[in-house]
């Protein structure tokens, strides 16, 4: 990934050798903390690479190596973001999943589970700050309207967001 801009896709296939090559001891906390840090430097990089490591059957984002803390940390604003709209939309899924009896819905808690601890684990300035912005939006107010009015969102999914956002502070 060494000056590239990786495609969403191709972060996602990226992260998927990744986790599994880690979770396989093939390599180092320490070297996919690096990998992941190239990564996450574009948005498209995070997003494929959240899109892999928060969804599938992939420890890392259970264990949180330090090494790769710190590498989340220093990506700043677009690891926060990206966090607390992953936090939002599963949120909201886990209402969907069990109105339709989907066992989707294990996936969508597991979702959101890691991201409020890794939340907990970032910048508390930058997470308050981003966390503020959202909780407004459930209020009906601020720039995140637009992103929940984008997905849909009911009153109950709604409601489901704001308790989530409460959970990060816990």
């Known amino acids: 990934m060494n000056e590239q ?7 996602m296939q990226a992260s998927m050798i990744w986790c599994k090559s ?9 070297v996919i903390s690096d990998r992941i840090g190239e990564l996450i430097k574009t948005v498209e990089g995070a997003r494929g690479f959240f899109a892999v490591s928060l969804s ?3 420890p890392l984002m259970d264990r949180f190596p330090d090494a790769l803390i710190f590498q989340l940390r220093s990506a700043g604003e677009i690891v926060v973001d990206l966090t607390v709209k992953n936090l939002a939309m599963s949120s909201a899924m886990i209402i969907t999943h069990r109105i339709n009896k989907d066992p989707q819905g294990l996936q969508s808690e597991r979702i959101k589970i890691r991201c409020i601890e890794l939340l907990k684990l970032l910048d508390s300035t930058q997470v308050k700050k ?24 009911n009153d109950e999914q709604i409601n489901a967001i704001s308790e989530s956002i409460y959970e990060v502070a816990t």
Request: glycine content about 6%; charged content about 40%.
């Open 5 to 11: 801009k990786p495609t969403f896709k191709e972060a």
């Open 22 to 30: 880690w979770e396989n001891d093939e390599i180092s906390d320490e």
């Open 56 to 58: 599938l059957d992939c």
């Open 130 to 153: 981003r966390l503020d912005v959202l909780l407004e939006a459930t209020k009906g107010n601020g720039t995140d309207l637009k992103f929940l009015k984008k997905w849909g969102y």
